[in-house]
């Protein structure tokens, strides 16, 4: 390999780090788990030898390949580090703001299309999954890579993550179709802050289910609830005391991928981020982002 080649094949796999982390991200769930996750694939990469790596004619399939086979890991053992996680783990949500070329190249996020599948919604739906079954899903259905390629990274035929994708699949489109149109989304999100801006407890429960439940993650950090409010009553106390406890705080409405949400700023700083979910014209899902390193992307 020549040293302008060896130049050339050096940018090329250097410039897929934003596809990377843009995959790893939709895998775990967090920026730094996505980055982390990158980081070993690039470690993985500059193992092999130079021939190694000349011999390989298309390197951002191997390294989607040998990212996904790192989240697949990652994802194994995820379940046991959530188990000691300090009250409710939330994946981590991201701003909604527009990326384009003018963007800084630094930006670990700047080629994520911000769709559903950066939604807090979604991501929750794929914890919930098999690491095979989320795997599988993210690259075929976001990625559109083929299911023999995907059978190298899961270790199961092709038939078999044709399956693996399809189950995900299932679930997915279930509670898409479950949840309110963006206009109606919109409409019962600023209800809800004009009854909690408000301090009127009874119009705040008249915009959210009775079953509804509150999950705030603070990953012991910030002061959090522990465990899931359940209930409108419960929940809309809660939303009130916590606006009491933080009156410097302002709660401005905020674009996210789940649709319209809020961000809590104090001191020029967002210090949380709540994103909802709306079903049937009733707030069924609250998730409140309080945990520092999981708003970096806001700050």
């Known amino acids: 390999m020549t040293p302008d080649e060896r130049d050339a094949l050096q940018a090329e796999v250097l410039g897929e780090r934003r596809h990377l982390v843009s995959l790893a991200f939709r895998m775990l769930g967090t920026v730094a788990e996505a980055e982390d996750a990158v980081q070993e694939t690039y470690i993985r990469w500059y193992r092999m030898s130079e021939d190694e790596r000349g011999a390989i004619e298309v390197p951002r399939a191997w390294l989607t390949r040998a990212a996904s086979r790192v989240c697949l890991n990652v994802l194994a053992s995820a379940r046991r580090r959530h188990e000691r996680y300090v009250g ?31 939604s807090t919604a979604l991501l929750v739906v794929l914890e919930s999954m098999t690491p095979a079954q989320r795997v599988a899903f993210v690259l075929h259905d976001v990625f559109a890579m083929p299911f023999d390629e995907i059978a190298q990274v899961v270790g199961r035929t092709p038939a078999a993550c044709r399956q693996l994708a399809t189950a995900a699949r299932r679930r997915v489109q279930q509670s898409r179709s479950q949840r309110a149109s963006r206009s109606d989304h919109d409409a019962i999100v600023r209800a809800f802050a004009a009854a909690a801006r408000g301090g ?36 809309a106390r809660f939303l009130l005391g916590v606006l009491r406890k933080n009156p410097r705080a302002a709660v401005l409405e905020q674009e996210t991928p789940d649709g319209l949400g809020f961000a809590m700023w104090d001191e020029g700083r967002i210090i949380g981020v709540v994103t909802l979910d709306v079903v049937a014209g009733v707030v069924t899902d609250v998730r409140m982002m309080m945990n520092p390193y999981k708003l970096t992307l806001w700050n």
Request: zero cysteines; glycine letters at 8%; proline letters at 10%.
């Open 88 to 118: 409710e783990w939330l994946p981590e949500p991201v701003p909604a703001y527009a990326f384009s070329a003018a963007s800084s190249p630094t930006d670990p996020l700047e080629q994520v299309t911000l769709d559903d599948s950066v």
């Open 200 to 235: 009127d407890i009874a119009g705040l429960v008249s915009v959210l289910d009775p079953d509804v439940v509150l999950r705030s993650d603070g990953g012991g950090i910030i002061t959090a609830a522990r465990n899931p409010i359940l209930g409108a009553d419960k929940v």
